[in-house]
């Protein structure tokens, strides 16, 4: 009688599974099915029962794929990718973005770039419940289950995640005027080991300040000031009241300089490019929300993108 309602429940079991395997714990694979624990681990015994065979070797803290479950989580991968397209086409949802979209982003990045631009997103796909988190770290997006993320890097490492360049942008170096008319003004990256420096310090970049004038090789140097955090906000408030010299993303500190808060340092010298990243669970098929997200961050977002930067080369 249980394998007969296991058979009409295989797919959810095998989702159960897989969700199991991509966020390390029963628990969290529940919250991510609106299941109980309880029900998840079940599924999975009911799987492992009918396949005879031992998918996940359980501890207290570890649950530790078997060879044989990384074989068929691998082969339920491939299913479950062609299901949902299969019902997606079948019942329509191919083309009308809707249900639940996951989405984090870096927070300062999201405070200018996203959020002014999140009304109209919802306006246009009002179907769709954005669930916006923030976050200065790598995505871990199978075990937290988000859809997207935005992220920025000079470069990304290898961690099986689908990539999309959205820009680029850079930082720069900035200080109040006060500060540089008490504490002067540096004429050479070298100088800056003369100053208070503001560090700004998270995984997307090195603790180093790097500058390139375009021409010559990369400058480095290890700044030292009284101040390390790991938001940009932080360090622009710290810096529009003369604390020190800073190297911050553009995006953070435009409207400041703009409104002569802030005054650029060295303004023939910026970062190395940083990368602005979409990334994504690597899957075959995307859902339309998803895809209805990715559209709207190119067509709004990559312009506001270049008209920044064009703002410090012009």
Same mark, same amino acid.
């Given at each position: 009688?249980?394998?007969?309602?296991?058979?009409?429940?295989? &797919?959810?079991?095998?989702?159960? &599974?897989?969700?199991?395997?991509?966020?390390?714990?029963?628990?969290?694979?529940?919250?991510?099915?609106?299941?109980?624990?309880?029900?998840?681990?079940?599924?999975?015994?009911?799987?492992?029962?009918?396949?005879?065979?031992?998918?996940?070797?359980?501890?207290?803290?570890?649950?530790?794929?078997?060879?044989?479950?990384?074989?068929?989580?691998?082969?339920?991968?491939?299913?479950?990718?062609?299901?949902?397209?299969?019902?997606?086409?079948?019942?329509?949802?191919?083309?009308?973005?809707?249900?639940?979209?996951?989405?984090?982003?870096?927070?300062? &990045?999201?405070?200018?770039?996203?959020?002014?631009?999140?009304?109209?997103?919802?306006?246009?796909?009002?179907?769709?419940?954005?669930?916006?988190?923030?976050?200065?770290?790598?995505?871990?997006?199978?075990?937290?289950?988000?859809?997207?993320?935005?992220?920025?890097?000079?470069?990304?490492?290898?961690?099986?995640?689908?990539?999309?360049?959205?820009?680029?942008?850079?930082?720069?170096?900035? *200080?109040?005027?006060?500060?540089?008319?008490?504490?002067?003004?540096?004429?050479?990256?070298?100088?800056?080991?003369?100053?208070?420096?503001?560090?700004?310090?998270?995984?997307?970049?090195?603790? %180093?300040?790097?500058?390139?004038?375009?021409?010559?090789?990369?400058?480095?140097?290890?700044?030292?000031?009284?101040?390390?955090?790991?938001?940009?906000?932080?360090?622009?408030?710290? *810096?529009?009241?003369? *604390?020190?010299?800073?190297?911050?993303?553009?995006?953070?500190?435009?409207?400041?300089?703009?409104?002569?808060?802030?005054?650029?340092?060295?303004?023939?010298?910026?970062?190395?490019?940083?990368?602005?990243?979409?990334?994504?669970?690597?899957?075959?098929?995307?859902?339309?929300?998803?895809?209805?997200?990715?559209?709207?961050? %190119?067509?709004?977002?990559?312009?506001?993108?270049?008209?920044?930067?064009?703002?410090?080369?012009?």
């Amino acid at each position: 009688m249980r394998k007969d309602l296991l058979q009409t429940g295989l &797919f959810h079991a095998i989702r159960a &599974f897989l969700r199991v395997v991509d966020s390390g714990s029963f628990t969290a694979a529940a919250e991510q099915m609106d299941l109980t624990t309880a029900q998840v681990s079940r599924l999975v015994s009911d799987l492992e029962k009918r396949l005879d065979v031992k998918l996940l070797q359980r501890s207290t803290r570890h649950r530790i794929l078997t060879d044989a479950g990384a074989e068929y989580a691998e082969r339920c991968r491939e299913i479950v990718a062609l299901m949902d397209e299969a019902e997606a086409k079948a019942s329509g949802t191919a083309s009308s973005p809707s249900g639940r979209l996951r989405v984090q982003c870096m927070t300062s &990045f999201g405070h200018h770039y996203v959020a002014p631009e999140l009304a109209d997103f919802c306006a246009s796909y009002p179907e769709v419940i954005v669930n916006y988190s923030t976050s200065q770290y790598f995505p871990d997006l199978l075990a937290r289950g988000v859809d997207v993320s935005f992220y920025l890097a000079e470069s990304l490492t290898d961690s099986g995640l689908v990539a999309r360049r959205l820009g680029t942008t850079f930082a720069v170096v900035c *200080a109040s005027p006060e500060y540089l008319q008490r504490s002067g003004e540096p004429k050479t990256p070298a100088a800056l080991s003369e100053h208070s420096c503001l560090r700004l310090i998270n995984p997307s970049i090195t603790p %180093e300040w790097r500058l390139t004038d375009g021409q010559g090789p990369v400058q480095e140097f290890s700044p030292q000031g009284p101040l390390v955090a790991d938001t940009p906000e932080l360090l622009l408030d710290v *810096a529009v009241r003369s *604390a020190g010299i800073t190297l911050l993303p553009l995006f953070s500190v435009i409207d400041a300089i703009r409104d002569g808060r802030l005054r650029r340092v060295l303004p023939a010298w910026r970062s190395p490019d940083i990368g602005i990243f979409a990334l994504l669970p690597s899957r075959h098929f995307m859902d339309a929300r998803t895809r209805a997200w990715l559209e709207w961050a %190119e067509k709004r977002i990559a312009p506001r993108l270049r008209e920044d930067a064009a703002f410090f080369t012009l």
